[in-house]
């Protein structure tokens, strides 16, 4: 009884942010107030037809979708290289390929602005690309890595030995059976970029801004609960995310395993 | 199929150490040797997963050397089977017809046959997860016989199995390998096998090929110490020459030899007896050494007597049961060794 209890209250305790921001989201009143005073949808009408959300969100599809083809197979390359390479000092290239990037966000957007305005690409998304593949490359290639690991080497010489070439083994071989690991660091990539804040607003401006820097620009600017209906959306689309890498691949057995 | 000077270093460590090895037309030959004996490296190289270090490759008299392992042709069964998971029993077996880019009908008619031959026709939707060891197993000898390779390489095909099983799949081995008449080279540690299944046996130690020769051979007449302890068991005595065919060991008698090439009197010699052929009764005669039993472990058919010389030296004896004289710890025995049991070691 009392650990049901404790556990009913933690998962309130984690979930009430959640809720609450929720909840505004219907709320009528041009206010942040809760509980709601009433239900109504003309903060996800505001969301759709504000002009810098509408471009914000091509600008998160662009980078996410950028960052994410840039890293997943480079990602998937690394991590071939940390197991099957004869690399000098493995296990520093590992710890700072399978660890995210452990310096604060702050330090990291200001080294990539810094960046950005030597080589003169401030006004480009292509810094941001850049930015966001360095900071979701851990998660791609830690998720690839555990299914590499788990790939018996013997597969790729029974392969060779039946006629097929380095290639024609990758892709007939390796390559499906490390689509487990494939798929969840693809999720994972997605869900981190597009939640991507401190980093992007060093090296974006109106034009290039995704959209959570957008949203931070708005809610300096305004406190309506547009910035709550627009939270509810994301808080969606990343559960969704979620439930699919639960429901099509064992998250447990990806990350657990080692 | 043959090795000439093969050798194959692992950072300082030597795996292989200049190997020669010619294998014949439809041979069986086993490569035989306790672990890291290099054994499995000679498949590899064999196989084209590693380069040699130093020395040359032919198979049908063309040297392959530096040709990579997916131009070899060669059939590979391995210790895992390495079966691919995520294709069924059927795809398994295809993948190499596939590769070759034959006609659908045709890759459809061999993969039939190959299940057939492995008695798997019916299991080839499945995924290879789906079945037994013993079929896995099968599975891995269709996908490497599908495509008519020349030569077979088996790496301790058997070692995954349990021992019922293994025994039955030793004789479908031998069986298909004598249907197919295909040139086989199996890596095993296990002497029972490479005695029952091969034409020839190579014994390795080291990297390199301790004797080369047929089982009966390798068994009776054991080149050196290693071969004689590793192949059975056996006891080796350390005496000296007195004559030709004569040999003192300890306190005892000279023993008389048969059948051995002559030695040079004076000299050290090492010979060895397997324990099944030393008698244990208690008449005199000729090759009698006494000897006090030290242990017994009775096995039910056999007991395993350990017996001391008079001088120090060991003696290994398997007593069929029931035993001809009461065996008792302490007891003093008599060791009957005929003259054509002894091996003279190099």
């Known amino acids: 009884m009392i650990f049901r209890l404790a556990v009913v209250g933690l998962v309130a305790f984690m979930t009430l942010p959640t809720v609450v921001v929720i909840a505004v989201s219907f ?9 709601p005073a009433g239900f109504s949808l003309r903060w996800y009408e505001n969301v759709l037809t504000y002009p810098q959300f509408q471009r914000a ?16 197979p480079v990602g998937t390359f690394a991590a071939l290289a940390l197991e099957r390479g004869r690399l000098r000092g493995r296990h520093v290239w590992a710890a700072v390929l399978l660890s995210p990037v452990v310096v604060p966000g702050v330090a990291a957007g200001l080294g ?14 292509s810094v941001l690309i850049a930015a966001h593949v360095a900071l979701i490359l851990p998660f791609v290639v830690r998720s690839v890595w555990v299914s590499v690991r788990n790939l018996d080497p013997a597969l790729e010489r029974a392969a060779a030995s039946l006629g097929a070439t380095p290639w024609r083994a990758f892709r007939r071989v390796t390559l499906p059976l490390l689509r487990p690991g494939l798929f969840a660091g693809l999720l994972f990539a997605i869900v981190v970029s ?4 401190v980093v992007s607003l060093f090296i974006s401006n109106r034009v290039t801004e995704i959209l959570p820097v957008a949203m931070f620009n708005y809610v300096v600017n305004y406190t309506d609960p547009t910035i709550a209906a627009l939270s509810s959306l994301f808080i969606a689309a990343t559960f969704v995310a979620v439930w699919l890498a639960d429901r099509y691949l064992d998250l447990g057995r990806v990350f657990l395993r080692h | 199929m043959e090795l000439r000077g093969c050798t194959r270093d692992y950072g300082a460590v030597r795996a292989v150490d200049g190997l020669d090895l010619s294998v014949y037309e439809s041979e069986f ?5 306790p672990s890291g004996c290099g054994k499995t490296t000679t498949l590899n190289l064999i196989a084209g997963f590693v380069p040699p270090t130093a020395g040359q490759i032919l198979i049908d008299g063309a040297d392959v050397t530096g040709r990579p392992a997916h131009l070899r042709g060669l059939g590979v069964v391995f210790q895992s089977y390495a079966l691919f998971p995520h294709l069924s029993v059927w795809e398994n077996v295809a993948f190499a017809l596939r590769e070759r880019r034959l006609p659908a009908s045709e890759i459809e008619r061999r993969v039939g046959e190959a299940l057939e031959l492995v008695r798997l026709d019916r299991r080839g939707r499945q995924r290879p997860a789906e079945l037994s060891g013993g079929m896995q197993q099968r599975v891995a000898l269709a996908r490497a016989l599908v495509y008519r390779p020349r030569v077979l390489l088996l790496d301790e095909p058997l ?3 349990d021992k019922k099983l293994r025994e039955g799949m030793r004789d479908e081995l031998r069986a298909i390998q004598r249907t197919v008449g295909i040139t086989t080279i199996f890596v095993t540690h296990d002497q029972a096998e490479a005695l029952g299944l091969s034409d020839r046996i190579a014994v390795m130690s080291q990297g390199r090929i301790e004797q080369l020769g047929a089982p009966r051979e390798i068994y009776e007449h054991p080149a050196t110490r290693f071969v004689a302890d590793f192949i059975g068991a056996s006891t080796v005595l350390r005496g000296r020459a007195v004559g030709a065919d004569r040999v003192a060991v300890g306190t005892g008698p000279a023993l008389h030899l048969a059948g051995s090439r002559a030695l040079s009197a004076g000299a050290e010699v090492e010979l ?4 099944e052929r030393v008698r244990l009764a208690p008449g005199a005669g000729d090759n009698v050494l006494e000897a006090r039993v030290e242990g017994l472990v009775y096995q039910g058919a056999q007991t395993e007597v350990t017996a001391r010389l008079h001088d120090g030296q060991r003696v290994l004896v398997f007593v ?20 054509d049991a002894f091996m003279v070691l190099a």
Do not use: D, K, M, Y
């Not at chain 1, 990539?112 to 998304?125: Q, T």
């Open chain 2, 320 to 339: 069929t049961e029931p035993a001809p004289v009461p065996l008792a710890v302490g007891q003093t025995v008599r060791l009957h060794l005929p003259a």
């Open chain 2, 272 to 275: 060895a007896i397997r324990p």
């Open chain 1, 57 to 72: 969100a091509v600008n998160s599809l662009l980078v996410t979708g950028g960052a994410v083809a840039l890293a997943l």
């Open chain 1, 194 to 197: 597009l939640n991507e804040f």
């Open chain 2, 159 to 161: 070692a995954a199995l």
């Open chain 1, 112 to 125: 990539f602005l810094i960046l950005a305005a030597a080589l003169g690409l401030l006004r480009s998304r």
């Open chain 2, 29 to 33: 030959l086993a490569l035989l040797g």
């Open chain 1, 27 to 35: 709320n009528p009143t041009a206010i942040l107030s809760f509980p």
